[in-house]
């Protein structure tokens, strides 16, 4: 049995979790439950994603998450397409701080009279029983579905992310609101937010399970990274919601609130097409190393990114996994949109090669060969053991803003034996 809540008149009696989102405008507090918090979608990815969905040809209808947790995405879903929304949530107190958090998004835009917002739901209950939330809602809402958002639970400490810990379960919501969908030339639109750990055999399966009810629905899967080399969210946007030619999207979130995402996108769909192979040559000075977004090279996008600010395309592969990915080329990268700096963490031209690993005693020998090349800072960016990175770093740091030199640079490991690159950054060479 469902309990309707209505987002204008709910009050915040009971909840007690409440914290800025870091990444909403200020003021803007949202309320949580039964710690809802870590689960919750960012601010700013949810609107970024809803700004995408609104460039979607949608049908008519009603906007429905059906495991909506504190109902963060949900509100950005309603505000921004301007629908009416329907969130449902097992647990009562999170589906009220739904309501709730919907309650101050309306107010923030000033949008408390809207038809979206007073059109909208939020129910305590299961997300699996269409027939009974669709039932409770009769004479309140009577839209068919446009598009079903669906973000289910997983246990906090999975290692395996397997699709049978997913709460509620994928086939059981598919099989439930099949039959409420508008209908549309494309489709059933559907945005499955999933982890953003799942395999290839688990994405294969995720289709399969896809397929299985709607056969051949066309679909585009969208890495979103808020940097630090990590993919954040991984979705599934199929029917209406995909875009038609697109298997992949790459959504990097900027750091400043208010600036466009960077958006990349390709046809090509199976990773071996899209992952880059290793392709090792001995490093060698005057040639450029670049260390890339880890992130990007996860989506399978970074080929298509680097025929946009790169001649030689995908140059040769030092590295390929971890968190440096290391690409040496001939010419420089030339990034075209600002927004093209944020998947490069360093890129230069070698002047040295260095084939002396680092030790304590070895710092003093790299401080006199980055002054050699007028340095003024040297970043390590290499694996290594994490109580010796702030002391070398730092004896870098302390020794070399002592000097007179004037370029920064960066230090890299090559792959192959211990050769240490010693990089002056892009902007300097
Ligand atoms: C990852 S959270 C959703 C977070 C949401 N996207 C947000 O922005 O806040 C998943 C939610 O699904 C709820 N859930 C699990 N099984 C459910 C079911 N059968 N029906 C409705 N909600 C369910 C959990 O209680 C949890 O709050």
Known sequence: MHTILDPSLVNDDGLTEQAQDKTAPQGMLFFHAKEGQPLSTPWQVATARSAMLKMCDLPKGLIVDCACGSGLQLAAHASILQRPALGIELSPQRAQASAKNMQIVARQLKAESKPWFKESRILAGDGTDAPGALEVLRGHIDAPVALLHLDPARPRNSRTHGLDEMQ????????????????????????????????????????????????????????????????????????????EGVARRFVRIPPRLGDEPLVLSTALESDEETFPKLNIYPPKRGEYVSILDAALLESGLVSTWLEGVSKEGMGRWASVDGRRPQLHHDHPLQPVKRNDNLLIQATGKVVALIREPLSDQSIDGLVEIALEHNMKSLTL???????????WQGSLDRQLSRRHGERDGFVAQHPSGDVLLLCVCHSES
Not at 194 to 220: C, F, M
Not at 225 to 240: E, F, I, P, Q, T
Not at 381 to 391: G, I, S, T
């Open 168 to 243: 509620p379960s994928l086939d059981d919501v598919f099989a439930a609101w099949t039959p409420y969908f508008a209908e549309h030339p494309r489709g059933p639109a559907l945005l499955l937010d999933l982890s953003p750990r799942l395999t290839t055999v688990q994405r294969n399966k995720v289709e399969a399970l896809v397929d299985n009810i709607w056969p051949g629905l066309g679909r585009t899967w969208v890495w979103t990274s808020r940097g630090r080399g990590r993919v954040d969210r991984l979705a599934l946007w199929l029917g209406a919601a995909s875009s």
């Open 381 to 391: 960016r290499l694996n290594m053991d994490p109580a010796d990175q702030p002391k």
